[in-house]
């Protein structure tokens, strides 16, 4: 029994989908060209295929499991699983107008014309502010409609904004923010949720260690409750003596968005020598 995934064959998930499946310890031999490949140390079926097309790949069984775009999964509205965010691969479904028009609020998309790649998402976020406008699907090339006559405003992917910014346009609305996620068929077997759980098990601790640093620091034993009392840790940090006297050395974890306020709290108490290590693996 295997495990099939299918990931994006190019594009901006690619890259990350295998690096993520390399740093679960899965080895794949993805070369040129090629639409299926299978790992040598675990027992997945790797499909290269369309973002688009994947959930339909995984609700009719072709694929048990998928990594894709929230935002496909939403638009496509097929029946699968959203089963783990991912964490890269994040972007924003934004509104955009061009930039001499004169926006205040949602209101001001009523009775507009609006191009995006997404009506699903779109029809469904004008039906919760209630607005009325004209949805005009069309594939790509999204951000010229406006300068075209075609539409007064877009919904479009938005990462870093400058497509928008060199087509005249200014984001005003954000209609959802997505990332990589790991979508699985509704009516996995037995075995395949199996070996899914597995490969959950292993993702979960790469994305831990991502979140993580691992910190060593020198505390004199006088300040010692005190810098053990800044550290949240995963359970308690652990302390070993120094070779000289009064001074004991703390090791702990701490997570990335606490870091650097805990930092500046641990030298004002006092630690010295303190080292930063990235981690790995994390298995709690």
Known sequence: MKLKIAIQKSGRLHDDSIKLLKECGIDINNGVNKLKTEATNFPLEVFFLRDDDIPQYIEDGVADIGIVGENVVLEKQKQVNIVQKLGFGKCRLSMAVEKSVDYTSVKDLHNKRIATSYPVIVEEFLQ?????????EISGSVEIAPG?????????????????????L?????????EAVLA?????KPEQQILLDKLLFRIQAVKKAKNNKYILL???NDKLNEIIGLLPGMKSPTVLPLAEAGWSSVHSVLNEND??????????????????????????
Do not use: Y
């Not at 919760?128 to 005009?136: F, L, Q, V, W, Y």
């Open 218 to 220: 020198n505390a004199p």
């Open 259 to 284: 870091f650097w306020d805990i930092i500046e709290s641990l030298k004002a108490a006092g630690a010295q020598g303190i080292l930063v290590v990235p981690i790995e693996k994390m298995v709690i």
């Open 170 to 178: 200014k984001e005003v609305e954000t209609v959802l923010k997505s």
């Open 184 to 188: 699985a068929c509704h009516n996995l």
């Open 148 to 168: 075209i006559g075609l539409a007064d405003a877009i919904c479009d992917l938005v990462s870093s904004g400058s497509t928008l910014f060199m087509n005249g």
């Open 128 to 136: 919760r502010n209630g607005i009325k406008a004209e949805i005009h």
